[in-house]
């Protein structure tokens, strides 16, 4: 998103506003037909005119079954979206799968003036148009660099930066694009440094070779204890919640009493304070705090070792007698470190007389092992940073029974009535009625465990000025870029 810009936008407020397009879009009385114009004059990096099919050409590639995006459902509420992208190309054949695409509801209708329509009323469409999904992509560069179009000679966008150098497992460096709409930022340099470990990074950070750097458990400890450091540490609420999912289509988790003994039984305020170090929130319900989609009336179940026994006993597994050997499958990030399943084992242990076994992976082995409930561990981790501040973000997209995000063979009828009612009603405050209802199944359910919310949480040096933080901004100063500005030092 630093080379790229969608339609629209969030500004600092979080308030939606116009990016490409000139204005918010055009919407039909049924609430089907979305129409944008774009803005007047804009321009790729290499000079070349932006028009409305490289939207088109952006949405059908996004969707195509062949590109294998992993976000492709979020383009659902498209009409024919998801009958393309689920579309087998070796059975469907070429001619078939081209009729499919044709009929996605995404099309020019001149240079300037791009129509959406959907399958049914979405009120959550607007905010997907300022995510990294349908970005107006060229097809001439896509085609000329293949599978490498990415490298910098082809990554050619419309957004405020370009990307002028790629050193793999190294740096990206970005510089100015003096095409962009509101002319090139003042940054002269945007450069990520890939650097594997926290710990590294903080350390390059005290030694000045960073501006800024994220800050985990291990580094906040270091933190507060130095007063000037503090001072350079930000924590702030983002759109993530981390969560256990237990695989319900399997014993003994296909029993709820188990699933709900095993929500009560581990101390959320302990594991945020003293394991996390203050780095995050204790998560009771699927959406952080402050976000739309939290519910804070909602009866949610804490803490109680009393209870998650009874509730065990009451499954046939009294004080763990008879309880079948589990294993907990996870890829250690900064985010959730090892020590975060070793609290979990532990109180497991603790609480309910139940033994863990711990099963540590490579990240990409872990991601590969889940493709279906059938094959998935028993019991492992899963998590979500919502890319807009919706309830269709969370509750849609990741928990109806037609999803394969977290194959974990949870399934409700009810669930799934609820979700889609809601996508496609108008009245906002039926609509947060009808998603509450559903995050009440969610939680009597307890398919999954959910943990904490990890915050954003980073330092950033006293002389880069004008940057401000916003929890959906898809790269850092992302609203304020254009007044970012490095104060001599």
Known sequence: MLAFENLLTLDAQGKLIPAAAEALPQ????????????????????????????????????????????????????????????????????????????????????????????????????????????????????????????????????????????????????????????????????????????????????????????????????????????????????????????????????????????????????????VLQGVGVAAYQLVPPDLVGYYPDLPTPKFNPTAARQLLAEAGYPDGKGFPDITLSYAPLPLIPQRVFEFIQAQLKANLGVNIKLEPMDFKAYIGTFPKAETAFQMYWSGETAAYNDPQAWYSLLWPSTQTFQPNGWKSAEYDRLTAQADAETDPAKRQGLYQQAAQILINAGPAFFLFHPPASFVMQPWVEGCQFTPFELFPCQATIMQVRIAPH
């Open 27 to 274: 919407v039909s009385p049924d609430g089907l037909v979305y129409t944008f114009k774009l803005r007047d004059g804009l321009k790729y990096s290499d000079g070349q005119p932006l028009r409305a099919k490289d939207f088109e050409y952006g949405w059908k590639r996004h969707l195509d079954p062949q590109t294998a995006s992993p976000a492709a459902n979020y383009g659902y509420a498209i009409k024919g979206a998801q009958a393309f992208n689920t579309a087998d190309p070796a059975k469907v054949g070429k001619e078939e799968l081209q009729k499919l695409r044709d009929a996605v509801g995404v099309k020019a209708l001149d240079e300037r003036t791009l129509q959406f329509t959907l399958e049914k009323p979405a009120a959550y469409f607007p905010s997907v148009l300022t995510t990294s999904n349908g970005l107006p992509t060229r097809q001439d560069i896509v085609e000329k660099g293949g599978e490498k179009w990415t490298e910098p000679a082809t990554y050619i966008g419309n957004g405020p930066f370009v990307l002028s150098e790629w050193e793999h497992g190294v740096k990206l460096v970005f510089t100015p694009n003096k095409n962009y709409r509101l002319g090139p930022p003042s940054l002269s340099r945007f450069e990520y440094a890939m650097i594997a470990e926290p710990a590294a990074a903080f350390t390059a950070y005290l030694n000045h070779e960073l501006d800024a750097a994220d800050v985990g458990a291990g580094e906040a400890a270091s933190i507060q204890t130095q007063p000037e450091l503090k001072k350079q540490w930000t924590v702030q609420p983002g759109p993530n919640t981390l969560w256990l999912l237990f695989v319900t289509s399997k014993k003994p988790f296909d029993n709820v009493k188990v699933r709900q003994a095993f929500n009560q039984a581990i101390d959320h305020e302990t594991l945020v304070r003293d």
